[in-house]
């Protein structure tokens, strides 16, 4: 996610803990004020009671409020619930306190943000030249699609990953404190986590190309002024995301 937008998602939960105050505020005038409701705290035993207990009341909503919106960390789904994009973003964030792997997290946001954008523009030029209706359109849009399936199973399988990331076994495991382990076996270890980073950089590079193909084509629509539904298949973009596709059915998660 790009600092624009933690910055939007920061000033977001700002607004909402304003607007919790204002409303505690609001209810809180309409029940105390004379003018209004008149409860009076120090009147008769079951004024006091209500005005004592709307206060307590309003300062526990103030304190969750202020708790969740602020310090409570997000509940994270399962990767098998996770379906949309927002999903996708949210399980993501989770792993930005990982230092280690701050900046693969940063680049799988980012692509996340570029993917939405590229499908966009994709249908928008799409609509532009085409009927939703002609076997054009219809081509373009259903290679547009799988790609983009292509892409979030290469970001689940990197949240499959991240999800059995040990980050302080790793950092001993690479500064070979574990002094307790054999030599054969920290060897062991630092090779596995050596796959692992390495399976991280395959599956960004995978969608970075992905991004890149996807550029391609829409310089390629963009450019021609005709097709016929035969020239589609020839396109050489159009070949090498085919080439893409057909790949997905060896892909292990």
Known sequence: M?????????????????GIIIGVVVVNILVLSPGFLGVKIGGSPLTTAIGVTLLFASALVLLYGSYALLFK???????????????????????????????????ALEQL???????????IVLNQRFE?????????ASVVQEVEKLFYLNVRS???RLNVFDESEFLRVMSNKSTRFSQELLQEKTTMYNEY??????????????????DKLL?????LD????????????????????????????
């Open 113 to 123: 943000d570029r993917i939405t954008k590229r499908k966009d523009t994709l249908l």
């Open 226 to 253: 005709s097709f016929e539904p035969g020239d589609i298949e020839n396109m050489p973009c159009m070949q090498e995301i085919d080439s893409l596709i057909k790949q997905t059915k060896y892909y292990k998660q």
């Open 158 to 160: 990197i949240l499959n």
């Open 2 to 18: 790009e600092v624009e937008e933690v910055q939007v998602l920061t000033v977001t939960k700002y607004i909402k803990l304003f």
């Open 132 to 140: 939703p209706t002609e076997l054009s359109y219809k081509k373009f």
């Open 73 to 107: 960390q997000p509940v994270v789904l399962p990767v098998k619930q996770i379906k949309t994009h927002e999903d996708y973003v949210e399980a993501l964030n989770h792993y930005r306190r990982v230092k280690t792997l701050g900046n693969d997290i940063s680049l």
């Open 197 to 214: 980073l390495s399976f991280l950089k395959s599956s960004l590079d995978s969608n970075e190309e992905i991004l890149l193909k996807l």
């Open 219 to 223: 310089l390629e629509i963009s450019r």
